[in-house]
């Protein structure tokens, strides 16, 4: 079984919430090393050379991200997004709660790669547990001279704050986050300027997933040749993945990424006894399905874009022979429809047109022309919008139309005939 | 300079141009809805989309930068098929209620769903329904079902009005306009958002439901609510004012009005009005005719001269009439000798800054804007706004300098500084300039209380100078000579366009001079305190019913074009003026050479003064320091009125009436 546990080792077996349980591990001795023997370029150049791609969904090469920010504009900020609200994901929920010391080290090493004074983390609000955990973590570490001003005995100065999210999916995209941050409507912002030039308050402004910035903990500690040498040619490293849906043993996997998508299954307990696999999400709400003929592909970034679909944030969703994929549809529908901040024409109008299109199908009151409609106006609209998020809606229900159009047909087909 | 292609055609702009406005530059439209000129891309209705060679994906015009060497299509499948999916959208919760709506004949949303989309709808099921007619504030309605949130308004009061107080509310197709804290939108410049909006969505309480844009007759005019002299457009049906709209390119006002200069206008139909010429005749007023009328002001002054001197007759008046009415007002009295004559009916002294006088265009440049006196956000509100964008836009410093030495403090280190003064107390006028004198570049403006208080002077409307500010043998200014009716040296007093009851620094000293003249003439709109004190009263034509100039606070020179017809037999007050110089045998100049010399008059500002100069000072000693003068404390505060109580004609006014229960 290829599962390996890296961000996941102790979790399950040793309280990590505990400072000193975590230090005993060898926690924060990453931390301390960079401060006293490395410099930020160098922590960079780690990060560049593992080859380690954002894990929040959109797979950007973190160093070439920090990269971007310019030389001579200060003050810089680090963001540690944890508002991980993408349908079918569950790291960073499990990562804060389970390993708050981790995302908190991670953060810390992000900030000083990028040489920055101020982090912040901003948290999804629905996860109060995680917050209060890592809150305690937080006060822990900063007792413990972990950060603050002149950490261990240097000139470095770094300071972090916690924010809580009200529950927005949006303020998961990351100028959403800042706008939110900032006390402002979570609403993305109109790029360029991108958040690398013109972010947090006006100053370059990296954002960084929590997995991601986790990552660089172990990075630190082995190398980055250890990393890049697990996964595939382009999609380097490990990665959790959040499996769910059909499977028997539903959960948070980590593994190097290139596992096939049967061999994640498996991991899982396989599907229940008697059932038919039908098709997998892997990559959150946001992604496409895919099928019976991509069971033995490579689960990396490439393959799966290769596959019509994406690697996305690593929500695995399962489906067996008993999904009803109407009501899936709509039930993913529906979400963004309730999630679009309401900013641009494409993503306002066209995902509550179609929630309430498929609200009807769900109830059997399809009417003809309906099928054509819904692909038509979930293609149409994609690639119009603001933000990422209103060319979220087609993957999914395109996917499992063409796959599936005679459930969809059926709907339809019943309303006439009465 | 950037050289690119846009729809085969080479356009050359400067560096940094959006390819929205590029376009512009060869007419080819561009369909936007958020994006506005003044406002900056929001990015956010998707109409705009073009397609770039060498870019996978549709781009929006609205926020991309022309590059050199960029190939740009406004047309062509792609786009149209983008264009017709937003329109497409737009309408899916769209009430479609043209045939009901306002804005229906100039609503973007109607012109480009004619022009680009598809004729016919796949949507099946029913609308979103939201809130209609919702009361925003006094001066808007609101239908949130025809907003299409491109946010101009939210914008509009976050960036220009500097006022967050309008925002969106709710989320994704549940989105609303509303206020922040629920109460009413209120502020100087509400009524820009109702033409910012692109749809029918916010509208003006005043115009609600009242005509269809084809109706009505469109006439550029200046208006005259104030002394800054914005351009405005008034639109006419059936004889009836029914809106003033802003003038987009308009240098003057940078394209906005404030709701005084748009609401504040209701009066012209106001039953109140003045029709027919009034005679007290022991004691109660008759209405007699205008050939009456004249006769009697005419022997009155004849009388009086010949019975107590020129020095016993007196004019006051100017600040509110036209440029060529100014004019004419001086020359009858100067021709009979009379040198009392002065505009300044009220508070303000002083009108033309002089030497340090600058163009509006000078406020957008200055590092540093020192307040001297009242401020101008109610005195002279489009002004206001123009200095709060040099603030939010370039960075200058807007000082409200609590005497001279705070003022000289302020700008140290700066270059480029403009000075704002009320004009009430010339100490002030004189001790800020003298404490700025170091300034390299000064520039000075007198905000007004009478919007054309500065032609008033250039046309000789003063004590001491007569046209073009010719220094002249001094008569009594107006306080001196209300001063001298209470000791009953003034025989004749005619008062044209002003209301010195109402406005000057003691009201009840005002009165007492008046019913202490024998023969006081006024014309007036309205039966106001001035003129139910008169002997005679004049019915006038208001600015909207009367061809003219009027001069502003920078001394550009702006024409008054009549939109609407005068109730009855009212008359100009240059009518009124022609009629009387005939009567007297001493007829005014032809209009030819009454425009001339208000061209000249105006066009040569004076180099030999500047604010607070002594010439300006008050002659009279009881009224203007016999009681205090302070605005905030004294028995003017009354009149430190806000925006929509309007000129001297708001009780008069049915709109407002209307838009003050609205809010009470």
Same mark, same amino acid.
């Given at each position: ?67 971007? %920010? ?19 994901? #569950? ?10 010391? %981790? ?34 973590? *937080? ?6 001279? *972990? ?52 972010? %947090? ?14 990552? *660089? ?53 396989? *599907? ?111 690639? %119009? ?18 796959? #599936? ?14 | ?72 299509? /406004?047309?062509?499948?792609? @786009? ?10 737009? =309408? ?49 309605? =609101? ?10 308004? @939210? ?11 309008? @925002? ?50 469109? +006439? ?21 004012? =029914? ?90 009295? $100067? ?13 303000? $002294? ?37 200095? $709060? ?57 007198? /905000? ?172 009279? /000693?009881?009224?203007? +320091?016999?009681?205090? /003068?302070? =605005? ?6 009354? $009149? ?25």
């Amino acid at each position: 079984m290829p599962v390996t546990k890296v961000l996941t080792a102790g979790i399950g077996e040793a309280d990590l919430r505990d400072i000193g349980v975590y230090r005993e591990r060898g926690g924060y001795k990453q931390w301390e090393r960079a401060v006293r023997e490395l410099r930020p370029s160098d922590v960079l150049e780690l990060a560049e050379k593992s080859g380690l791609r954002g894990r929040g969904g959109a797979a950007f090469p973190t160093g070439k991200k920090w990269s971007f %920010l310019p030389a001579d504009k200060y003050p810089r900020y680090l963001i540690c997004n944890c508002d991980e609200a993408e349908p079918g994901t #569950f790291k960073d929920h499990m990562l804060l709660e389970e390993a708050p010391h %981790l995302v908190l080290e991670g953060m810390l090493l992000g900030a000083y790669g990028i040489a920055c004074h101020h982090a912040y983390i901003y948290i999804r609000g629905e996860f109060k547990r995680g917050y209060e955990i890592f809150s305690t973590a *937080l006060d822990e570490a900063r007792r413990a001279g *972990l950060f603050g001003s002149k950490i261990f005995g240097s000139d470095y100065d770094l300071d972090i704050t916690v924010q809580r999210g009200a529950g927005a999916y949006i303020c998961g995209e990351e100028t959403g986050l800042i706008n939110s941050l900032e006390g402002k409507r979570g609403e993305p912002r109109l790029k360029p300027p991108f958040p690398a030039v013109e972010g %947090l308050y006006g100053m370059p402004t990296v954002v960084n997933n929590v997995e991601t910035l986790a990552y *660089l903990v172990p990075i630190l500690e082995r190398g980055s040749e250890w990393f890049s040498a697990a996964g595939t040619e382009r999609s380097k490293g490990y990665k959790i993945v959040s499996v769910s849906g059909h499977v028997r043993n539903p959960g948070n996997y980590e593994m190097p990424l290139g596992t096939t998508v049967r061999e994640i299954i498996d991991i899982a307990g396989g *599907l229940r006894p008697g059932r038919t696999f039908m098709a997998v999400q892997p990559g959150g709400g946001s992604s496409a399905c895919i099928f019976d003929e991509h069971l033995d592909w490579p689960y990396d970034y490439e393959s799966m874009t290769k596959a019509g679909s994406m690697l996305g944030s690593g929500g695995f969703v399962v489906f067996d022979d008993t999904t009803d994929f109407v009501n899936a549809a709509y039930n993913l529908v529906r979400f963004f429809a309730h999630e679009s901040c309401g900013q641009c024409t494409p993503c306002r109008e066209g995902s509550s047109w179609m929630e309430r299109v498929l609200e009807r199908l769900v109830h059997h009151r399809g009417i003809p022309g309906d099928y054509d409609m819904l692909l038509r106006v979930s293609r149409s609209i994609t690639g %119009l919008n603001l933000c990422a998020l209103g060319d979220s809606i087609e993957p999914f229900l395109k996917s499992v139309m063409l796959r #599936f159009p005679d459930a969809f047909k059926s709907r339809i087909a019943e309303t006439v005939a009465r | 300079m950037i050289n690119l292609t846009i729809d085969g055609v080479p356009v050359t702009v400067p560096q940094g141009t959006l390819l929205v406005e590029a376009a512009k530059t060869i007419n080819q439209e561009i369909p936007i809805y958020c994006y506005h000129t003044k406002l900056g891309p929001a990015g956010l209705c998707r109409i705009c989309m073009v397609e770039i060679e060498g870019m996978p994906k549709l781009q929006i015009a609205c926020n991309t930068p022309a590059a050199d060497g960029m190939v740009v299509h /406004t047309c062509g499948e792609r @786009v149209e098929e983008a264009r017709a999916v937003v329109l497409e959208l737009f =309408l899916v919760n769209h009430p479609l209620d043209c045939p009901i709506c306002d804005k229906g004949g100039e609503c973007d949303l109607q012109d480009y769903a004619m022009a680009y989309a598809r004729g016919t709808s796949d949507v099946a099921d029913p609308k979103l329904s939201k809130p209609k007619a919702v009361d925003l504030g006094p001066t808007i309605v =609101l239908d949130e079902e025809r907003c299409i949130v491109c946010q101009r308004c @939210v914008r509009f009061d976050d960036i220009i009005a500097d006022e967050q107080q309008l @925002v969106v509310k709710e989320r994704g197709a549940r989105d609303i306009i509303a206020t922040a804290s629920g109460r009413p939108y209120r502020h100087n410049f509400t009524g820009n958002v109702t033409e910012l909006c692109p749809v029918g969505a916010l509208t003006s309480r005043t115009y609600r439901f009242k005509s269809r844009p084809w109706d009505l007759n469109r +006439t550029k005019t200046t208006c005259t609510q104030c002394s800054v002299g914005c351009q405005q457009f008034a639109d006419v049906r059936y004889g009836t004012l =029914l809106r003033t709209m802003l003038v987009e390119d308009d240098p003057i006002s940078d394209g906005w009005l404030c709701d005084r200069g748009r609401y504040n206008v209701g009066f012209y139909e106001s039953p109140d009005r003045l029709t027919q010429p009034l005679y007290r005749k022991s004691g109660s007023f008759t209405q007699i005719g205008w050939d009456d009328a004249i006769i009697l002001w005419a022997e009155a002054i004849r009388h009086a001269i010949a019975a107590r001197g020129p020095a016993s007759v007196g004019a006051i008046g100017g600040g509110r009439l036209t440029n060529e009415e100014a004019f004419a007002l001086q020359h009858v009295f $100067r021709a009979l000798g009379v040198a009392n004559l002065d505009w300044r009916a009220g508070l303000q $002294r002083q009108a033309t800054p002089g030497a340090r006088g600058a163009s509006l265009s000078a406020v957008d440049g200055a590092e540093v804007i020192v307040v001297a006196g009242e401020p101008p956000a109610e005195r002279a509100p489009v002004f206001w706004l123009r200095l $709060r964008k040099a603030a939010l836009r370039n960075r200058a410093r807007i000082v409200h300098a609590r005497n001279a030495d705070a003022a000289r403090e302020a700008v140290r280190d700066a270059t480029r500084v403009a000075l704002i003064w009320d004009g009430v107390d010339p100490a002030i006028g004189k001790g800020y300039v003298q404490a700025l004198s170091g300034v390299p570049e000064l520039a000075t403006f007198i /905000t007004g209380e009478q919007s054309n208080a500065r032609g008033a002077e250039a046309m000789g409307m003063l004590p001491h100078s007569g046209p073009g500010y010719v220094p002249v043998p001094a008569g009594r200014d107006a306080n001196a000579m209300f001063d001298a009716a209470r000791a009953g040296e003034m025989a004749m007093l005619a008062i044209l366009g002003a209301n010195p009851v109402r406005n000057a620094a003691d009201p009840e000293a005002v009165a007492r001079a008046l019913e202490h003249t024998p023969f006081v003439v006024v014309s007036e709109l309205f039966m106001t305190d001035t003129a139910a004190l008169a002997t005679l009263v004049l019915p006038a034509k208001g600015a909207f019913e009367k061809y003219g100039t009027t001069t502003n606070l920078a001394g550009d020179l702006l024409p008054n074009n009549a939109s609407l017809q005068a109730p009855d037999v009212a008359l100009s007050d240059l009518e009124m003026l022609s009629a009387l110089a005939e009567q007297l045998g001493a007829p005014l100049p032809a209009m030819g050479e009454i425009e001339s010399a208000v061209i000249a008059n105006v066009a040569n500002p004076p180099r030999d003064f500047t604010l607070g100069d002594d010439r300006f000072a008050d002659a009279s /000693t009881a009224i203007s +320091t016999g009681t205090s /003068t302070s =605005l905030s404390t004294g028995p003017n505060a009354r $009149r430190a009125s806000k925006i929509l109580s309007g000129g001297g004609t708001w009780l008069h006014d049915p709109w407002l009436a209307r838009m003050r229960e609205e809010v009470s």
